[in-house]
């Protein structure tokens, strides 16, 4: 994993005295880009999820499916790992799923 460090400038004026100023912030950014497989996506969970979930292929992200209702504190686990991931949760009734991309930065 490759760390760079990003340095974001923000011009700003003070409301007080209108004297204007900056303020440089310095965050970690990374450059790999990392390919995820559908065993390391069910990977993420908890084992005990495991086998409540489906990994589907679906191009450019993979589609996770609960084959069977999950309850809240279950979904939050699962929502939580997806977001990790910068996953997303698509609500469509009985075709609801959570995606994650198959690349992300690591």
Known sequence: MALTEKKIVFAVTCPN????????????????LRALSPTETLSLFPEELRTLLRVEDAGDRYIIKPTKWLGKERFNVVMAMVRQKNGEYIPAGKDSHFTIPK????
């Open 103 to 106: 690349r992300y930065i690591s």
């Open 17 to 32: 005295c209108h004297k204007p100023f900056d303020i440089s912030i310095t965050v970690p950014t990374t450059t790999e």
